[in-house]
């Protein structure tokens, strides 16, 4: 069974950045795609950036068109983990970030990680 655990959420200016980080564990081998999702009161949890982890050279990533240009996500191959690098942050950025990963006929969620971004 995989497990996620995110970090790095927090509480930061509008116009400053923060850096997301999810670690994997259990039978990671499994999984296809990982990638975050975000929810904010009231609105539907969307998503913000997906990356495939197969054991290759070239990933394929994918953005929101809310984030495209500001955040940044990678694999961290050492550390079993998807980082999401986030620049140039805005108040409407404010959400719950929840890391996911899928597979072939599953997937999973973590328990999120609040970022509050102020004006």
């Known amino acids: 069974q995989v497990q996620l655990v995110e970090s790095g959420g927090g509480l930061v200016q509008a116009g400053g950045s923060l850096r997301l980080s999810c670690a994997a564990s259990?039978?990671?081998?499994?999984?296809?795609?990982m990638g975050w999702y975000r929810q904010a009161p009231g609105r539907q949890r969307e998503l913000v950036a997906t990356?495939?982890?197969?054991?290759?050279?070239?990933?394929?990533?994918h953005y929101a068109d809310s984030v495209k240009d500001r955040f940044t996500i990678s694999r961290d191959n050492a550390k079993n983990a998807v980082n999401l690098q986030m620049n140039s942050l805005k108040p409407e950025d404010t959400a719950v970030y929840y890391c996911?990963?899928?597979?072939?006929?599953?997937?999973?969620w973590g328990q999120g990680t609040q970022v509050t971004v102020s004006s």
């Open positions: 259990g039978s990671i081998i499994e999984i296809d795609t």
């Open positions: 990356i495939t982890v197969r054991d290759s050279t070239n990933y394929n990533t």
């Open positions: 996911n990963a899928r597979w072939y006929n599953s997937g999973t």
